[in-house]
Every structure is written in C-alpha cells, then in structure tokens.
C-alpha cells in the first residue's frame, strides 16, 4: 500500500539558512499533521492542514510556516534556521475525523542537521 | 505534570513472556488514544487505536480506563521482532477537528532470546 512521502530524506543546511520540506499524503487522505522529534525526544506535534486551511497550531515556532495544496500535497518552510532546528521532522496524513478516529500514518521524516 | 506520562523503562524480558505497559494522560476531556512503536530512527507507526470497550488485535490488547485515566496495552507471547519504543498517544482536543497528537516519551521494550 502506497505510504506517506516525505522529501527530502535528509538535509544538510548552515545556521540562517532556509529550507522547505515536503510532505505527499497517502491516496485519499486529505489530512496532514507536521512533527518535530529531537534526539532522544518524543515527536512534538507543528501544525496541521484539512483542505488548504490550517486546523490546529502547536508548538511551531514563528520563523516557520507551512501550507497544503489543492492536490493535498504540504509544504515546511524553515527560515533563518537555528543549531536547535536539527531534529526528525515528520509528516503524518489521516482521513479528516468527522469521518475517522484520527489514525495518522507517518511519512519516513526527513533529518534536517543545522551546521 | 506532563500530558502523557509513561514508565521509560526499559523493559528487559524473555521471548515467549507477557508485557503490559501503562500510561496516563491529564486531559479529561480527551476522546481518541493509539498505541504508537517506533523503532530507532523510523517513524512512528499505529500499532492500535483503543476504544472504550477494548480492543485486541492478535497478540496485542489496548485498554482505556476513562475514570482513572489511563490505558494500557498488553502484549502476549512476546517475539523479538517486538523490540522497540511503545509511545502512548492522546489526541489534542483543539475543537479544529484535525488535531494534533500528543505522544509520551515512550517505553522502551527488549525481548531476549
């Protein structure tokens, strides 16, 4: 069965630097959750998207954004990027939960290393 | 107080034996838990979704106590292929429909041959 796709797997950036990750959904589903896990940390749940419109905020901190596309498709855009930024970031995708129990799927993540 | 709290363990115990791990949450309110494994450096993948009434799913049952706020999850006839972190997960009660998920910090689980 087709998975969440996440691109790139891994990132190499400089303090300051930009940097956008993306996030393809499995078939279907039109929901996506945005995630940060730092080393020996849980995952610490970003952002969320259902049809282009963001549905709940957590932890993101300001010089990041993000949105979702008509195709479902979403992007994480990263700027002026910090040592601490250096984490796993996950894409998760769901059916929205008017119509499910909120069961997300996890992309592979991409491992952004900050230098 | 954490949202979520879980025993970090680990937990050390032979091929063949019964594992139960515990959590808590603090949120009341909350409606929708999952059972998450992460092995190292991969993503989390739903392992169980757990409902009020229980669920069992081959060697694996979820359960939720609502009174005292936690659930459970019970592995029987362990293998060594169930190796990994077990993260307990509440969903963010936001009221946006699309919530996020709140993860404990995970018990870590070894099987030894």
């Known amino acids: 069965a087709a998975g969440v796709i996440q691109s790139p797997r891994h990132l190499i950036k400089e303090k300051r630097e930009t940097a956008t990750l993306k996030c393809y959904p499995i078939?279907?589903?039109?929901?996506v959750y945005w995630y940060q896990q730092g080393p020996g940390q849980d995952p610490q749940f970003l952002i969320s998207?259902?049809?282009?419109?963001?549905?709940d905020k957590g932890s993101i901190p300001d010089r990041f954004s993000a949105q979702q596309f008509s195709d479902y498709h979403s992007e994480l855009n990263m700027s002026s990027l910090e040592l601490g930024d250096s984490a796993l970031y996950f894409c998760?995708?769901?059916?929205?939960?008017?119509?499910?129990?909120?069961?997300?799927?996890f992309g592979p993540g991409t491992r952004l290393t900050v230098l | 107080r954490k949202e979520v709290e879980q025993d970090p363990g680990p937990f050390n115990v032979p091929e063949g034996a019964t594992v139960a791990f515990n959590c808590t949450y603090s949120?009341?309110?909350?409606?929708?838990f999952f059972w998450y494994r992460q092995d190292c450096r991969k993503e989390p993948k739903l392992l169980m979704s757990?409902?009020?009434s229980g669920n069992e799913d081959g060697r694996f049952t979820a359960q939720l106590n609502r009174a005292s706020q936690y659930i459970s999850l019970l592995i029987r006839d362990s293998k060594l292929s169930d190796s990994a972190t077990y993260l307990c997960?509440?969903?963010?009660?936001?009221?946006?429909?699309?919530?996020?998920?709140?993860f404990g910090k995970g018990t870590h689980l070894i099987i030894q041959p």
């Open positions: 998760a995708s769901s059916f929205h939960p008017r119509t499910s129990y909120n069961e997300q799927f």
């Open positions: 078939p279907r589903h039109d929901t």
């Open positions: 998207f259902y049809e282009k419109m963001q549905s």
């Open positions: 949120n009341s309110a909350s409606q929708s």
């Open positions: 757990v409902y009020s």
């Open positions: 997960v509440v969903v963010r009660d936001s009221g946006g429909g699309a919530d996020g998920l709140t």
